[in-house]
């Protein structure tokens, strides 16, 4: 099995590079780290990238938490952001209000395309950007999360 995270790890790292992209990885915990810009006014993002087994999961972390004021707001807004995606899902910890959007990729001993990759790699900061503005505006401004959801979505 190690053999198997060890090439699949490989074909993470090739996606990267061939993005010119500057990241960490930590060989013991099969984890890479970079930061990411955005196109909207949350600005940048923390990329995760965990190898497992048989799957790799990519996450964009929100550089802002939910306070337990905005939190009932912030779950609300990420649910209806959640409905019909079809690629990953925002997840919020109750616990200490960090917000994230996570895509996953069962491999099942498989080695994934570097296009396959790149979709997975992707998708979390691509939905920061989108959901992001819309995000900031329901944590800081008391924004209706239905109607946020309703500008980006419509």
């Excluded at 995606?85 to 996570?102: M, P, S």
Aim: proline share 3%; charged share 25%.
């Amino acid at each position: 099995m190690a053999e198997y995270i060890k090439a699949l790890a490989e074909q993470v790292d090739a996606y990267l590079k061939s993005q010119n992209w500057n990241y960490d990885y930590n060989e013991e915990d099969h984890m890479f780290r970079f930061g990411m810009s955005l196109e909207n006014r949350m600005n940048s993002c923390r990329m995760v990238i965990l190898v497992g087994e048989d799957l790799f999961t990519s996450y964009a972390v929100c550089p802002l938490s939910a306070d337990a004021e905005s939190m009932p707001r912030i779950c609300d807004y990420l649910t209806r952001a959640n409905y019909g995606l079809k690629i990953g899902n925002f997840e919020l910890d109750q616990r200490d209000g960090e917000i994230r959007y996570k895509s996953s990729l069962f491999c099942g001993g498989d080695i994934p395309a570097l296009n396959v990759v790149e979709r997975v790699v992707d998708m979390p900061f691509r939905m920061m950007e989108h959901y992001g503005g819309g995000l900031l505006n329901v944590l800081f401004g008391n924004a209706d999360p239905a109607s946020e959801i309703a500008k980006i979505d419509d």
